[in-house]
């Protein structure tokens, strides 16, 4: 049992369900085992702690099999960990083991699929090949039915990962900001499209200006931690040069 002295909670009204939230205030789910894991999780993450929470949430899922997007998301935030700890191989194979599966055949790998394969991309050995097509094929198939800000942000995303710039381009012709939200993502396809074209400073420059707002689209301060990171290569490879060291792998 993960110990419940670790999550923070507050109550609605007296006789509200427990409701636990991340450093920014954003509601996580909390709920049994996996949703106190989750809550470990964000603890960690918030206070900076990534080698101890790659130790107890590592512990906590070993030996342990389930499915669904409680699960997969479990999986995304233990492939941070090993992320910000220096490891690729291992939170690469957590991928293609548990996220990917769940991205191709339905919709629990919604957001953390290409969140995570964008991590995974920043900081790849070089001359790595990404499995970006399956996601780039789910991506064009959800925006064909409406969908909100944040979920339509994470097929950008997707799109951008595959260096699909056609069609990354053709939203951002057609992007309507009906929404303060929607007026973000708008935004942040042109950051994308930027990118993509390896024009780093536009890129970073439009990140770094939609950083302090990004949280209104929603996510967790984990899942907006993506957007940073992507910020920060922009403008490291505007100021180098360097290329990404990773590619979309062949369709």
């Known amino acids: ?35 106190a894991a989750h809550v470990l999780a964000h603890r960690m993450m918030d206070t900076g702690q990534y080698e101890r929470g790659r130790q107890l949430l590592g512990r906590w899922l070993e030996g342990r099999s389930s499915s669904g997007s ?16 220096g490891h690729w191989q291992a ?35 070089e001359g790595t090949a990404l499995e970006w097509e399956p996601l780039r094929q789910t991506a064009l198939e959800r925006m064909r039915r ?17 260096g699909d710039l056609k069609s990354l381009d053709a939203y951002t012709n057609s992007c309507t900001a009906d929404s303060f939200r929607r007026h973000l993502v708008c935004k942040l396809a042109k950051a994308l499209s930027a990118y993509v074209k390896g024009h780093y400073r536009r890129a970073a420059d439009l990140l770094w200006r939609l950083l302090p707002k990004i949280a209104e689209i929603g996510g967790s301060r984990a899942q907006i931690q993506l957007f940073e990171q992507m910020a920060a290569a922009s403008w490291r490879r505007a100021m180098t040069g360097d290329e990404p060291s990773w590619h979309a792998q062949a369709a």
Do not use: C
């Open 1 to 35: 049992m993960i110990d419940q002295t670790v999550i923070e909670t507050r109550r609605t009204k007296p006789d509200a369900a427990t409701i636990a939230v991340d450093a920014s205030g954003y509601e996580i789910f909390s709920r049994g085992d996996q949703g």
């Open 146 to 162: 409406p969908s909100d800000p944040f979920t339509e942000l994470h097929n950008l995303l997707a799109l951008a990962g595959a």
């Open 91 to 125: 939170p690469h194979r957590r991928y293609l083991d548990h996220v990917l599966p769940a991205a191709e055949s339905s919709e629990d790998a919604l957001t953390d699929a290409p969140a995570l394969l964008w991590r995974l991309a920043l900081s790849a050995p």
């Open 70 to 85: 409680q699960w997969v998301h479990l999986q995304f935030h233990m492939a941070i960990f090993e992320l910000a700890t």
